[in-house]
């Protein structure tokens, strides 16, 4: 039994009335830690400023004397050690804050990169990135898409790593590289394996951001904002040792499927908690808001959007939460994985412009959250993969099913 299978293995399970217990905990540190700090993050980001680090330590210190740091790992590996359901039901309130992630030491790309290395990594590996990472005394950034090839089909990466006795020599040109700013070290997918098929052909490698021929070229302007650090780099003839290798070399796309498809989960319970924060601004401010003789809350057109969202958001919730348990089974569960991407991307996004359209000009102005859950929903439908390609996914592997035979069970599959 391996960690890479079980990386979970050993963790306590958690009974119903635990999870409860652990969620009220959440929400009780939300109301009085994040919600109240987020106008101060907003102006002293918690990466990019010396004030914000110090505030967030201070959260941090909090979540780690109440036992809830870095949920996203075993407690073999320095996390709650609560297994992944647990984990799953904290992300549907985590992810009403941009900044809860990083104050519980699960924020992506750290989350992901120290489960890989956990999963895949050497102890050496271990030991100088993962521990220091896991203790939040580091960060990371994970290396993957080039912006002179399309993200959607990531067979086509042109970044190279040749070994040369010891090393690996890395050469290539990245972007959305998100958080190298500031970051100790990258993973990087690079092509190693030129003579295999094109998903045996890839290798993920540990590299230190101060390694030379590692070059931050820019941070990339997103929807108008730099913080997210997505970042331009050039790997010129960077070396590295071959033990900083993850995995074997040419398992790069069965690593980054270990990493990407329980991320998706995470991803689309975070949106959830972004959808019902959005909702809950929504339906208050209708409420009290008066127009024409009466609320918002009392025209027709109002209490639809209204009626939708709910309706929207509890499907996006029943799918997100189906296709979680499968994963939590040990099933990949490939379609399921693909509908939540482009399903709970689009609900997050009608959700949101609702609540806006509520609020008005409020709506798109910094003094509530909507306009920057805005444009974090416009991008969720292109990161993790466009959502066009998880429609083609679902679509191809449902049409497979059929071409054998075996038809579409939707209680089963």
């Known amino acids: 039994m391996t960690t890479a299978e ?52 201070e959260l941090q210190a909090i979540t780690k004397s109440l036992g809830m740091w870095a949920p996203h790992l075993p ?19 985590l992810g009403r804050s941009p900044y809860a992630p990083i104050a519980f030491g699960s924020q992506a790309p750290d989350s992901g990169n120290a489960e890989i290395l956990w999963q895949f990594g050497s102890k050496e590996l271990q030991e100088k990135y993962m521990k220091p990472l896991v203790a939040g005394e580091i960060w990371s950034c994970y290396s993957m898409t080039e912006p002179e090839v399309s993200g959607a089909d990531p067979t086509g990466l042109r970044t190279t790593a040749v070994r040369d006795g010891d090393e690996w020599v890395i050469n290539g040109h990245k972007w959305f590289t998100s958080q190298a700013e500031g970051a100790t070290f990258a993973i990087v997918m690079c092509a190693t394996e030129l003579d295999q098929p094109p998903h045996r052909r890839f290798t993920q490698i540990v590299v230190p951001t101060d390694t030379p021929g590692f070059e931050i070229v820019r941070p990339v302007p997103v929807m108008g904002e730099t913080e997210g650090s997505h970042c331009e780099i050039r790997y010129t003839n960077v ?15 069965r690593i980054a499927q270990k990493r990407l498809g329980p991320g998706r989960i995470h991803h689309c319970m975070r949106w959830l908690g972004q959808m019902q924060r959005a909702f809950e601004l929504m339906c208050e401010y209708s409420l009290k808001r008066e127009v024409f003789g009466s609320t918002l809350s009392e025209k027709q057109t109002v209490q639809n959007w209204i009626a939708d969202s709910y309706v929207e958001i509890q499907a996006a919730r029943a799918l997100t939460l189906s296709a979680a348990k499968k994963i939590d089974q040990g099933d990949e569960a490939r379609v399921e994985i693909s509908a939540i991407k482009f399903f709970g991307a689009q609900i997050l996004h009608n959700v949101i412009d609702r609540a806006i359209q ?39 592997r449902i049409l497979q099913s059929f071409k054998a035979g075996n038809g579409w069970d939707f209680g089963l599959q």
């Open 6 to 57: 079980h990386p979970h293995a050993g963790d306590r399970v958690l009974t119903d009335a635990e999870i409860m217990e652990l969620r009220e905990k959440v929400k009780a540190f939300m109301a009085e830690h994040i919600y109240p700090n987020e106008p101060f993050f907003h102006a002293n980001h918690p990466r990019q400023s010396a004030a914000g680090r110090e505030k967030m330590k």
């Open 239 to 253: 070396r590295v040792p071959i033990t900083n290798t993850l995995g074997e070399p040419g398992s790069g796309f």
């Open 75 to 93: 407690a073999a590996a320095g996390g709650m050690g609560i297994g992944f359901m647990p984990y799953v039901y904290m992300n549907e309130i």
């Open 358 to 396: 509520v609020h008005g000009a409020l709506g798109v102005s910094g003094d509530t959250p909507l306009e920057s859950m805005y444009r974090n929903a416009r991008a969720a439908r292109i990161y993790d993969g466009p959502d066009e390609v998880h429609r083609m996914v679902v679509a191809r």
